[in-house]
Structures are given as C-alpha cells and as structure tokens.
Nanobody, 124 residues
C-alpha cells in the first residue's frame, strides 16, 4: 500500500521560510506526478504545486516565485521549499501522488494517494 508521510510543518513569522518533506513508500510507478495542496479553515482546497517524473513543474499563481517543489528520487522524498511566507499561506498542507494519467493535469487533491497533512502557520 502506497504511503505518504509528511514532516516539516510549523509556525513562522511573515517573511520566513519552511521546508516540507514528504517521504513516499511503495510507489513504484515510473511515470507519475506528485504535488502539494493546502486547505485553510473556511476556504476551498488549493493546488499549490505539481511535479512530473520528467522534472516539469507547475505552480499556483499565489505561490509562484516563492515556493519551489522538488524531488529526490534516491530518497523517495518530495519537497516544498516555502520562502517569503505570508499570513495567507497559513493552512494544512498535504502531499499527493498519482500514476501518470490525465489526472495529473488536475489539482493534486484529486490524486489517488494523499498524506495526512501538516499544519503551517504564518504570523504577521
């Protein structure tokens, strides 16, 4: 069974940085997509970033230039480096994974495999 386990959430002041990690196990697809999404209380889920097995990345406009998604295949780990954090980035963050299909062109919250989530809080 595919398992995604996150780490790295926490509290930070506005302008600060955090790096989220997502260790993926028993995910053996050669062609795939992975991503991050978030949900704040009272708000809809928002796809944040996606990465494909060939290294292509896609970002939400709200995080472009501030967040970077990357992967370390040797460590089976997905990362989200978050810089210049703003209070509006406060949310529960989730990682997700999907074997390559048309679903990869939808938001990561629609992917087959998702993590439990980690809280990110940015104070002003």
């Amino acid at each position: 069974q595919v398992q995604l386990v996150e780490s790295g959430g926490g509290s930070v002041q506005s302008g600060g940085s955090l790096r989220l990690s997502c260790t993926v196990s028993r995910f053996t697809y050669v062609n795939y997509c992975m991503g991050w999404f978030r949900q704040a209380p009272g708000k809809e889920r928002e796809g944040v970033a996606r990465i494909f097995n060939d290294g292509r990345t896609i970002y939400a406009d709200s995080v472009k230039g501030r967040f970077t998604i990357s992967q370390d295949n040797a460590k089976n780990t997905l990362y989200l480096q978050m810089n210049s954090l703003k209070p509006e980035d406060t949310a529960m963050y989730y990682c997700a994974a999907q074997s390559y299909s048309l679903a990869c062109y939808r938001a990561p919250y629609d992917y087959n495999y998702r993590s439990q989530g980690t809280q990110v809080t940015v104070s002003s």
